[in-house]
Protein backbone atom coordinates (compact mmCIF):
# COMPACT_ATOMS: atom_id res chain seq x y z
CA UNK A 1 0.00 0.00 0.00
CA UNK A 2 0.89 3.60 -0.90
CA UNK A 3 1.94 5.50 2.51
CA UNK A 4 0.98 8.90 3.08
CA UNK A 5 4.03 10.87 2.48
CA UNK A 6 2.86 14.39 3.97
CA UNK A 7 -0.63 15.13 5.81
CA UNK A 8 -1.38 18.75 6.10
CA UNK A 9 -4.91 19.79 8.12
CA UNK A 10 -5.82 23.35 8.41
CA UNK A 11 -2.42 25.12 7.83
CA UNK A 12 -2.30 28.54 8.62
CA UNK A 13 0.39 31.21 8.79
CA UNK A 14 -0.34 34.60 9.93
CA UNK A 15 2.27 37.38 9.79
CA UNK A 16 1.47 40.06 12.56
CA UNK A 17 3.71 43.24 11.01
CA UNK A 18 3.98 46.80 12.46
CA UNK A 19 6.04 49.73 10.46
CA UNK A 20 7.07 50.97 14.19
CA UNK A 21 6.78 50.80 17.29
CA UNK A 22 4.06 53.45 16.80
CA UNK A 23 2.13 52.20 14.18
CA UNK A 24 -1.08 49.45 14.23
CA UNK A 25 -0.80 46.26 14.11
CA UNK A 26 -1.45 44.83 11.06
CA UNK A 27 -2.28 40.70 10.27
CA UNK A 28 -1.55 39.14 7.07
CA UNK A 29 -3.41 35.93 6.46
CA UNK A 30 -0.22 34.59 4.34
CA UNK A 31 -1.85 31.06 4.52
CA UNK A 32 -5.40 30.30 5.74
CA UNK A 33 -6.75 26.86 6.34
CA UNK A 34 -5.03 24.98 3.73
CA UNK A 35 -5.13 21.04 4.20
CA UNK A 36 -4.01 18.22 1.86
CA UNK A 37 -2.29 14.98 1.55
CA UNK A 38 0.60 13.63 -0.54
CA UNK A 39 1.13 9.83 -1.40
CA UNK A 40 4.50 8.48 -1.08
CA UNK A 41 6.03 8.34 -4.72
CA UNK A 42 3.17 11.06 -5.84
CA UNK A 43 3.82 13.97 -7.45
CA UNK A 44 1.46 17.24 -6.09
CA UNK A 45 1.54 20.60 -8.15
CA UNK A 46 0.77 23.84 -6.15
CA UNK A 47 0.28 26.46 -8.49
CA UNK A 48 -0.58 30.45 -7.90
CA UNK A 49 -0.04 33.84 -8.28
CA UNK A 50 3.24 35.77 -6.90
CA UNK A 51 1.92 36.58 -3.41
CA UNK A 52 -0.46 33.99 -2.80
CA UNK A 53 0.97 31.76 -0.12
CA UNK A 54 3.24 28.98 -1.78
CA UNK A 55 6.55 30.19 -0.26
CA UNK A 56 5.16 30.36 3.03
CA UNK A 57 3.53 26.74 2.87
CA UNK A 58 6.76 25.54 2.26
CA UNK A 59 8.56 26.95 4.94
CA UNK A 60 5.73 25.73 7.66
CA UNK A 61 6.64 22.26 6.15
CA UNK A 62 10.45 22.63 6.08
CA UNK A 63 10.06 24.18 9.83
CA UNK A 64 11.79 27.36 8.77
CA UNK A 65 8.92 29.12 10.24
CA UNK A 66 6.28 27.96 12.77
CA UNK A 67 3.03 27.74 11.68
CA UNK A 68 -0.27 29.65 13.08
CA UNK A 69 -2.52 26.85 13.40
CA UNK A 70 -2.80 23.04 12.04
CA UNK A 71 -1.18 20.42 11.44
CA UNK A 72 1.70 19.04 9.71
CA UNK A 73 2.58 14.97 9.31
CA UNK A 74 5.94 13.58 7.46
CA UNK A 75 5.43 10.13 7.60
CA UNK A 76 2.72 9.51 10.15
CA UNK A 77 4.75 11.27 12.33
CA UNK A 78 3.20 14.90 13.86
CA UNK A 79 5.95 17.42 13.14
CA UNK A 80 3.78 20.34 13.75
CA UNK A 81 5.26 21.41 17.34
CA UNK A 82 8.57 19.68 17.11
CA UNK A 83 11.67 21.54 18.66
CA UNK A 84 14.73 22.18 16.48
CA UNK A 85 16.55 19.22 18.37
CA UNK A 86 13.49 16.63 18.06
CA UNK A 87 13.25 17.78 14.26
CA UNK A 88 16.61 16.76 13.58
CA UNK A 89 16.13 13.22 13.06
CA UNK A 90 13.01 14.14 10.42
CA UNK A 91 14.97 17.08 8.58
CA UNK A 92 17.11 14.92 6.26
CA UNK A 93 13.49 13.09 4.97
CA UNK A 94 12.31 16.41 4.03
CA UNK A 95 14.61 18.70 1.85
CA UNK A 96 14.00 21.40 -0.29
CA UNK A 97 15.08 22.64 -4.00
CA UNK A 98 15.32 26.58 -3.92
CA UNK A 99 14.83 28.73 -7.13
CA UNK A 100 18.58 29.37 -7.91
CA UNK A 101 19.40 32.67 -7.27
CA UNK A 102 23.06 34.29 -5.49
CA UNK A 103 21.75 34.14 -2.04
CA UNK A 104 20.91 30.15 -1.88
CA UNK A 105 24.80 29.09 -2.38
CA UNK A 106 27.56 30.34 0.18
CA UNK A 107 29.67 32.43 -2.80
CA UNK A 108 32.89 31.04 -1.03
CA UNK A 109 32.25 27.55 -0.79
CA UNK A 110 33.61 25.36 -3.39
CA UNK A 111 30.79 23.12 -5.01
CA UNK A 112 32.61 20.31 -3.61
CA UNK A 113 32.17 21.93 -0.20
CA UNK A 114 28.39 22.79 -0.82
CA UNK A 115 27.91 19.08 -1.77
CA UNK A 116 29.62 18.06 1.73
CA UNK A 117 28.08 20.13 3.93
CA UNK A 118 24.74 18.03 3.70
CA UNK A 119 26.64 14.91 3.98
CA UNK A 120 28.48 16.03 7.26
CA UNK A 121 25.43 17.48 9.17
CA UNK A 122 23.15 14.50 8.32
CA UNK A 123 26.34 12.07 8.61
CA UNK A 124 25.06 10.51 5.95
CA UNK A 125 28.32 8.38 4.78
CA UNK A 126 31.70 8.10 6.54
CA UNK A 127 34.00 10.58 6.53
CA UNK A 128 36.23 8.52 3.79
CA UNK A 129 33.67 8.32 1.60
CA UNK A 130 33.05 11.73 1.16
CA UNK A 131 35.43 12.42 -2.08
CA UNK A 132 33.57 9.55 -3.48
CA UNK A 133 29.91 10.57 -2.60
CA UNK A 134 30.26 13.72 -4.11
CA UNK A 135 31.40 12.65 -7.32
CA UNK A 136 28.35 10.05 -7.48
CA UNK A 137 25.74 13.24 -6.87
CA UNK A 138 27.49 15.30 -9.35
CA UNK A 139 27.20 12.65 -12.08
CA UNK A 140 23.18 11.49 -10.94
CA UNK A 141 22.56 15.23 -11.13
CA UNK A 142 24.70 15.49 -14.66
CA UNK A 143 27.63 17.56 -13.99
CA UNK A 144 31.32 16.46 -13.51
CA UNK A 145 34.10 15.86 -11.21
CA UNK A 146 35.79 18.58 -13.32
CA UNK A 147 33.37 21.08 -11.54
CA UNK A 148 34.74 20.35 -8.10
CA UNK A 149 36.88 23.11 -7.17
CA UNK A 150 35.06 25.93 -8.91
CA UNK A 151 33.28 28.42 -7.16
CA UNK A 152 29.48 29.17 -7.99
CA UNK A 153 29.90 32.46 -9.79
CA UNK A 154 32.01 30.01 -12.60
CA UNK A 155 28.81 28.49 -13.11
CA UNK A 156 25.76 28.73 -15.10
CA UNK A 157 22.12 29.40 -13.79
CA UNK A 158 21.34 25.81 -14.61
CA UNK A 159 24.52 24.11 -13.35
CA UNK A 160 23.79 26.13 -9.93
CA UNK A 161 20.35 24.10 -10.06
CA UNK A 162 22.19 21.13 -10.41
CA UNK A 163 23.89 21.58 -7.44
CA UNK A 164 21.21 22.96 -5.15
CA UNK A 165 19.33 19.40 -6.31
CA UNK A 166 22.24 17.56 -5.56
CA UNK A 167 22.62 18.97 -1.90
CA UNK A 168 19.15 18.33 -1.65
CA UNK A 169 19.12 14.48 -2.54
CA UNK A 170 22.40 14.04 -0.81
CA UNK A 171 20.32 13.38 2.46
CA UNK A 172 18.55 10.62 0.73
CA UNK A 173 15.37 12.57 0.97
CA UNK A 174 12.46 10.92 0.57
CA UNK A 175 10.49 14.08 -0.05
CA UNK A 176 11.70 17.16 -1.79
CA UNK A 177 9.50 19.73 -1.77
CA UNK A 178 10.70 22.29 -5.20
CA UNK A 179 9.63 26.02 -4.58
CA UNK A 180 10.33 27.69 -8.36
CA UNK A 181 12.86 25.26 -9.18
CA UNK A 182 12.93 27.09 -12.85
CA UNK A 183 11.74 30.55 -12.14
CA UNK A 184 15.23 32.01 -12.78
CA UNK A 185 16.43 29.99 -15.55
CA UNK A 186 16.31 30.86 -19.81
CA UNK A 187 13.32 28.53 -21.14
CA UNK A 188 15.67 26.03 -22.93
CA UNK A 189 17.21 25.46 -19.71
CA UNK A 190 13.98 24.85 -17.70
CA UNK A 191 13.26 21.72 -19.35
CA UNK A 192 16.44 19.99 -18.86
CA UNK A 193 16.11 21.00 -15.31
CA UNK A 194 12.63 19.32 -14.87
CA UNK A 195 13.84 16.48 -17.09
CA UNK A 196 16.24 16.16 -14.36
CA UNK A 197 13.64 16.07 -11.57
CA UNK A 198 12.01 13.31 -13.16
CA UNK A 199 14.80 10.98 -13.80
CA UNK A 200 15.69 11.51 -10.28
CA UNK A 201 12.05 10.74 -9.13
CA UNK A 202 12.16 7.10 -11.02
CA UNK A 203 16.06 6.94 -9.65
CA UNK A 204 15.23 7.43 -6.19
CA UNK A 205 11.89 6.73 -5.29
CA UNK A 206 11.24 10.28 -4.75
CA UNK A 207 8.00 12.44 -3.58
CA UNK A 208 7.58 15.92 -4.54
CA UNK A 209 5.38 18.76 -4.05
CA UNK A 210 6.51 20.96 -6.80
CA UNK A 211 5.52 25.01 -6.32
CA UNK A 212 4.99 27.14 -8.90
CA UNK A 213 3.36 30.19 -10.39
CA UNK A 214 3.72 28.41 -14.00
CA UNK A 215 0.93 26.05 -14.38
CA UNK A 216 2.93 24.48 -17.37
CA UNK A 217 5.69 23.69 -15.02
CA UNK A 218 3.44 21.12 -12.88
CA UNK A 219 1.23 20.09 -15.84
CA UNK A 220 3.73 17.37 -17.15
CA UNK A 221 5.24 17.07 -13.57
CA UNK A 222 2.48 16.58 -11.44
CA UNK A 223 -0.13 14.06 -11.44
CA UNK A 224 -2.72 16.17 -8.51
CA UNK A 225 -2.35 19.98 -8.20
CA UNK A 226 -3.54 22.43 -5.82
CA UNK A 227 -4.39 26.22 -6.97
CA UNK A 228 -3.36 28.48 -4.23
CA UNK A 229 -5.29 31.99 -4.71
CA UNK A 230 -4.59 34.80 -1.66
CA UNK A 231 -3.75 32.10 0.87
CA UNK A 232 -6.19 29.23 0.53
CA UNK A 233 -6.71 26.03 -1.73
CA UNK A 234 -9.61 27.00 -4.39
CA UNK A 235 -9.13 23.97 -6.48
CA UNK A 236 -7.25 20.86 -5.31
CA UNK A 237 -7.43 17.71 -8.05
CA UNK A 238 -6.23 14.89 -10.46
CA UNK A 239 -3.68 17.28 -12.63
CA UNK A 240 -6.31 15.98 -15.68
CA UNK A 241 -9.70 16.85 -14.03
CA UNK A 242 -8.78 20.48 -12.69
CA UNK A 243 -7.36 21.40 -16.50
CA UNK A 244 -9.76 19.49 -18.26
CA UNK A 245 -13.31 21.28 -15.70
CA UNK A 246 -11.84 23.83 -13.83
CA UNK A 247 -14.76 25.00 -11.64
CA UNK A 248 -13.57 28.17 -9.72
CA UNK A 249 -12.93 30.72 -11.89
CA UNK A 250 -9.27 32.04 -10.97
CA UNK A 251 -8.46 28.46 -11.99
CA UNK A 252 -9.96 29.10 -15.45
CA UNK A 253 -7.97 32.29 -16.08
CA UNK A 254 -4.84 30.28 -15.15
CA UNK A 255 -5.73 27.57 -18.08
CA UNK A 256 -6.48 30.20 -20.41
CA UNK A 257 -3.21 32.06 -19.87
CA UNK A 258 -1.05 28.67 -20.91
CA UNK A 259 -3.21 28.38 -23.77
CA UNK A 260 -2.52 30.53 -25.78
N1 LIG B 1 8.12 37.16 6.80
C1 LIG B 1 7.02 37.76 6.37
N2 LIG B 1 6.48 38.81 7.04
C2 LIG B 1 5.35 39.40 6.61
N3 LIG B 1 4.67 39.05 5.52
C3 LIG B 1 5.14 38.02 4.80
C4 LIG B 1 6.35 37.32 5.18
N4 LIG B 1 6.57 36.33 4.26
C5 LIG B 1 5.57 36.41 3.35
N5 LIG B 1 4.72 37.42 3.67
C6 LIG B 1 3.49 37.78 2.94
O1 LIG B 1 2.69 36.62 2.84
C7 LIG B 1 2.06 36.57 1.56
C8 LIG B 1 2.44 35.27 0.84
O2 LIG B 1 3.83 35.34 0.47
P1 LIG B 1 4.59 34.09 -0.20
O3 LIG B 1 4.30 32.88 0.61
O4 LIG B 1 5.99 34.48 -0.35
O5 LIG B 1 3.86 33.99 -1.61
P2 LIG B 1 4.31 33.24 -2.96
O6 LIG B 1 5.44 32.33 -2.67
O7 LIG B 1 3.08 32.55 -3.43
O8 LIG B 1 4.71 34.34 -3.91
C9 LIG B 1 2.47 37.83 0.83
O9 LIG B 1 1.47 38.79 1.03
C10 LIG B 1 3.76 38.22 1.51
O10 LIG B 1 3.96 39.59 1.42
MG1 LIG C 1 7.35 32.15 -3.59
Keep these: MQCVALKVQDLSKHFIIRKSVFSKKKIINAVNKISFEVKQYESLGIIGESGSGKTTIANMLLK ?8 I ?4 VNITKLSPDAMRSHRKDIQIIFQYTHAVLDPKMTIEELI ?23 TMVGLSSSERKKFPSQLSGGQNQRIIIARAIATRAKLIICDEPVSSLDVSVQGQIL ?8 EL ?6 ISHDLSVVK ?24 SNPTNPYTKKLIASILD
Design 64 to 71: LIDSSEGS
Design 73 to 76: ELFG
Design 116 to 138: KEPLEIHKVVNEDEYDAEVDRLL
Design 195 to 202: NLLVKLKK
Design 205 to 210: GLTYVL
Design 220 to 243: HMCNRIAVMYQGEIVELGETGKVL
